[in-house]
């Protein structure tokens, strides 16, 4: 199972991929990591598509990470006497703290939060923004608004805030109760949704304590705004363009998913990049070419994964769209100005001992045509800076750690098998040639280079790099 590409593949799962036999044509067509999506995913049914996950893991011999999507605060307006309205534009519309059922002019809004943030001028987005209102005046428990692009408005549509900051952390109570399920099923990847500040993840990180890694989703414009901040203190974020093309100028944001997976190089970040990639194959077993050209896009720029939503979840061609993904992605990579570009998206090394022995050993690599680059890993971050480099030659990272072998499964270019630590320099040069022929990456006659932190087993201490010879009975010598 081991890949032919280096971007990973994240596969949503739902209704159409719930059994064990389509999760393992997920997995065979190219799914690196599955997300779960708590929006709709009870804690039983949590519990019961890892166990199908973990079982297919065992029977294909292969790591499969499993990210828990939290839903995050879901605003919403209250219901409509008729159910619906229409607005027209230049109207008045109100949004208040009444119960009672809407009108044509107002509706009751379930979250005095909102109506205390909101200033005079700020906008509000309804239904995923086809209907937009202006503040005009606030106080009283009510907003009054103009209607700026009017349609309609039916019960429950969602509201989106571009212009104002909530008081309320990104953690609601149900998110905290799904965090607490997903961290008992040994969930892999956590991800917040509708990240707003920093202190949003350093909620999270103190439940999480290190048993599962905390991905940002980057959704709205206040946590671009605070965009660094935010991804020193994650372990990896997430591009979500489906929010941030209603909350932004949607023109503005293939700029941002540029700027946002260079920043990911920089601090050495896992990027994953989501939403409406393959989006008509929800109904259509192959895609348009403006959205083959959206993956690409992604690849070339050095996304870490690419994320499949209802083409997997809810979809027709759940397998089809994995493969087809796996071969866009594969064509990429293989097109003759990939390398190139790859190149020259480098950001400068961190001034110290890891991150230049990291830089070092790419370029020994490349320059000696090494087979392959083999990191000893703890914690992973060995292997996320060799892949922060972006090498031409493969990676294979080897850990006593199954939660980071599975952790790794978001990570570029990483394959990553579970092994024990060595006991001393010799038998780490043994065990690493040996598993890089096993995996098919070096043969006989083959040199690597070997990446580790020594002593042996201390996370983030990578300050050792060998080179060794793959010897005829697998093993090696330096």
């Not at 519990?47 to 292969?62: A, F, P, Y």
């Not at 005095?112 to 995923?128: A, C, M, Q, T």
């Amino acid at each position: 199972m081991r890949r032919l590409r280096r971007v990973k593949i994240l596969a949503t799962l739902g209704p159409a991929s719930n059994s064990e036999k389509v999760i393992e044509g997920l997995a065979r067509a190219g799914a690196d990591i599955f997300r779960i999506n708590m929006s709709h995913a009870s804690h039983d049914l949590l519990k019961e598509t890892v166990t199908k996950i973990r079982n297919v893991e065992k029977l294909l011999s292969h790591p499969i990470g499993i990210l828990v999507d939290l839903q995050g605060p879901k605003l919403r307006v209250g219901k409509f006497a008729e159910g619906a309205v229409q607005l027209a534009a230049g109207g008045k519309f109100t949004l208040d703290s009444s119960d009672a059922p809407g009108t044509q002019d107002r509706v009751y809004l379930p979250h005095p939060e909102i109506i205390e943030s909101v200033s005079v001028g700020d906008r509000l987005l309804l239904d995923d923004g086809k209907l937009q209102l202006k503040a005009t005046r606030v106080g009283g428990g009510a907003i009054e608004t103009e209607i700026i692009y009017g349609g309609k408005l039916s019960d429950k549509k969602g509201v989106s805030l571009p212009d104002t900051l909530l008081p309320v952390g990104a953690l609601t109570d149900k998110d905290h109760a799904d965090l607490l399920a997903a961290l008992a099923v040994e969930a892999d990847w956590i991800a917040l949704s509708f990240v707003q500040r920093p202190e949003d993840i350093i909620d999270v990180r103190k439940i999480v304590q290190g048993r599962a890694g905390v991905m940002a989703k980057i959704e709205k414009p206040q946590a671009v705004e605070r965009l660094e901040e935010i991804i020193k203190l994650c372990d990896a974020f997430m591009i979500a363009r489906g929010d941030l093309g209603v909350e932004m100028p949607i023109e503005q944001v293939p700029g941002l998913q540029k700027r946002m997976i260079r920043i990911a190089r920089r601090f050495g970040k896992p990027v994953v990049v989501a939403t409406q990639m393959l989006e008509s194959m929800i109904s259509s077993p192959v895609p348009t070419r403006a959205e083959v050209s959206d993956v690409s896009i992604a690849v070339f720029e050095g996304a870490d994964a690419i994320m499949l939503s209802a083409e997997s979840a809810s979809g027709q061609y759940p397998i089809e769209a994995v493969a087809m993904m796996n071969k866009v992605a594969m064509s990429v990579e293989s097109d003759v100005n990939y390398r190139g570009i790859i190149r020259a998206q480098a950001a400068e090394p961190e001034a110290t001992a890891a991150d230049a022995i990291s830089a070092a050993t790419r370029q020994v690599a490349e320059t000696l045509d090494l087979a392959a680059i083999v990191t000893y890993t703890s914690s992973g971050s060995t292997a996320i800076r060799a892949a922060r480099e972006r090498p031409s030659k493969p990676i294979l990272a080897l850990s006593p750690n199954s939660r980071t072998v599975r952790r790794l499964s978001v990570v570029w270019g990483v394959h990553c098998v579970y092994s024990e630590d060595a006991v001393n320099l010799d038998d780490m040069v043994d065990r690493a040639c040996i598993i890089a022929y096993q995996e098919g990456l070096a043969r006989p006659g083959d040199r690597i280079a070997i990446t580790a932190g020594i002593p042996l087993g201390t996370p983030g201490a990578t300050n050792m790099l060998r080179i060794a010879f793959v010897r005829q009975d697998g093993a090696g010598s330096s």
